[in-house]
């Protein structure tokens, strides 16, 4: 069997064949060539405008690359024709197997962002011999086409996050889908001021973020005052696990300050490494961070009162009724005021300044999970670790609608990954 016949099978073009496939050697390596000329019946169609159109001239021969086998790169090589088009003037015709000026046939860098997905751009440029530019032009192709083709339609709830990317490089802004059963990263932009969040609201559209049903967020001003403009109509609920997250940032400067008064008066310093006894519910404890927190309790330390109303505002998720969960939040608020922990104070002024926002999360209750946008958060923290050495915000950007955006894809003919 020839290889023009498997090329046949599983890359055909209706107006185009395959010819001759042959062997070369370049830098010591095998690769092959297969020619493919037009049809004798077959007109060039125009890229600008794609409509069949008569031919001008031919230019020279040259290359696309296609996906490698057995250790060998494979190339298609063609004289492009350029056509006389009434519209667009004399331009270059447009082939079924690659786009412009790119190298890569279309298939081939489809195949490249797909391992992209299981590997880093760079285990994907040494997998394939190929070069961690045309990996990222690859992915940045299967993402252009994926959000030109995605739908937005059936949007009720969103989750907006933001999380510093790169040390001294700044935030990022995100926007996620968070309905029951779609979770998935809607958009991504610089920074997280009120202009960032604008920004997604206008290429998401008035009509859309009308139909909005839940906003989730953190307590983040400029959002906070976005939301109230373009989503007036969403019950705007403020995220379980930002909060949370408040009160673990409040617990550890009171234990930093604590164990530097204990040193300073010549007392060992237990608490440090006491962080995660701290941090962590009690029931996922190990069993020698169980004997720690147990001998740490006995001090009557801030630390230890910070962690108990901690553990003491769990209970505020359990309730079902707005009004009762309410009761809790203002007696909490009012014990932590009282408890001349400055750190806790904060995060009580901060949730009392934030009542009813906290209190929608009751009504938005089994619309909204708690913890959709923490593990949407983790996901994107591995990305941006596997994505290390980006350099540059349109690489981050693209890499993570890659990763979380769930884009659509072209149907295959052919499944070649
Ligand atoms: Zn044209």
Known sequence: MQLKTILNRIHKHRSFVYEKVRFLEEGGELALEAEIRPRANGRPKCSGCCAPRPGYDTLKPRRFEFIPIWGMAVYFVYAMRRVDC?????????????????????????????????????????????????????????????????????????GVDEVLWQRGYGFLTLVYQIDQGVR???????????????????????????????VCTDMWKPYLNV??????????????????????????????????????????????????CLLKRPENLTESQEIK??????????????????????????????????????????RTMRSKIEPMKRVARMLRSHRELLLNWFRARGTVSAGVVEGLNNKLKL?????????TFRALEIALYHTLGHLPEPAPTHRFW
């Not at 009120?194 to 008035?206: A, E, I, N, V």
């Not at 009162?305 to 809790?328: H, I, M, N």
């Not at 990305?383 to 350099?391: D, E, L, P, S, V």
Request: charged content about 25%.
């Open 293 to 334: 927190l147990a001998q740490l309790l006995q001090y009557n330390l801030k630390a230890v009162r910070a962690y108990l109303l901690k553990e003491d505002f769990q209970g505020f998720w359990d309730y079902v009724s707005p009004t009762w969960a309410g009761k809790f939040l203002d007696r909490w608020c009012t």
């Open 227 to 276: 939301i109230a403009r373009k989503a007036s109509e969403a019950i705007h609920v403020l995220d379980r696990f930002h909060i949370m997250a408040h009160m673990n940032k409040g617990i550890n400067q009171v234990r930093a300050q604590e164990a530097k008064r204990l040193k300073a008066d010549g007392y060992v310093p237990h608490l440090k490494g006491m962080r995660y």
């Open 184 to 214: 998935r990263l809607l958009w991504v932009g610089e920074d997280r001021t009120m202009k960032t969040l604008l920004q997604f609201f206008r290429s998401f559209g008035p009509e859309r973020s009308a139909r909005l049903r839940f």
């Open 86 to 158: 009434t519209d667009c003037g004399i331009v270059v015709e447009s082939v079924p197997w690659g786009s412009g000026k790119q190298q890569a046939t279309t298939t081939y860098a489809w195949f490249l962002a797909n391992w992209a997905k299981r590997l880093s751009w760079s285990e994907v440029g040494e997998a394939f011999h190929t070069s961690w530019g045309r990996v990222f032009r690859s992915v940045e192709m299967a993402v252009t086409w994926g959000l030109e083709h995605r739908d937005l339609e059936g949007v009720n709830a969103i």
């Open 383 to 391: 990305t941006t670790k596997r994505a290390y050495g980006f350099q």
